[in-house]
């Protein structure tokens, strides 16, 4: 009881009764308890930290994806845009061929001429190679012409061009057969 004019705490037990210090028995089970509810936070742990991990796994893969498909989509649109800009670089070539250079109609023609040939490399443009043998891939044979070998590029009509391994146009060419020898 708590004399007259004092006043009992709330955590204090009354002056007459103590609490008397946990069993070891008590202790254990207590641990025990605590240990089990340790085991299942850590548990819940790893199961989110899993779940974090797979997360941000799956968002990597997703973004670079993304980037690939706006990538591609980018290329693709470039290739459209070069391939409407190469009859205009056809005219200039074409023009350049025939101005005389020593006019200044000659000059800016072929300066014109240039600066297109600068940005098609500067974009990744690369004009298709004709000096090798003849590949439907990147050639589209116009006329074919007897000749010493099979499948000889003789004469260039139009250049071709690709954009990285995308043909963006072909090139227009001649070739060359060889005569059969009949036996």
Not at 20 to 32: F, H, I, K, S, V
Request: aromatic share 6%; charged share 35%.
């Amino acid at each position: 009881m708590t004399k007259p004019g004092k006043s009992r705490k709330k955590d204090q037990p009354d002056d007459g009764a103590e609490e008397a210090p946990p069993t070891d028995e008590q202790m254990q089970l207590r641990a025990e308890r605590l240990q089990r509810e340790l085991d299942e936070k850590n548990n819940t742990l790893e199961e989110y930290t899993g779940l974090l991990k797979q997360l941000q796994a799956d968002f990597d893969n997703y973004r670079k994806h993304m980037e690939g498909e706006r990538e591609k989509v980018f290329q693709f649109a470039k290739g459209d845009m070069i391939a409407e800009l190469l009859p205009i670089i056809d005219s200039f070539e074409n023009a350049a061929h025939h101005c005389e250079q020593k006019t200044e109609t000659g000059e800016g023609v072929m300066g014109i001429y240039k600066q297109l040939g600068a940005l098609l490399e500067k974009w990744g443009v690369q004009e298709i190679d004709t000096t090798c043998e003849f590949d439907p891939n990147f050639h589209e044979a116009l006329m074919v012409e007897e000749g010493d070998e099979d499948n000889k590029i003789i004469e260039v009509f139009q250049k071709g061009y690709i954009l990285g391994t995308k043909v963006i146009r072909t090139s227009k060419v001649k070739v060359s057969k060889s005569q059969e020898v009949k036996t």
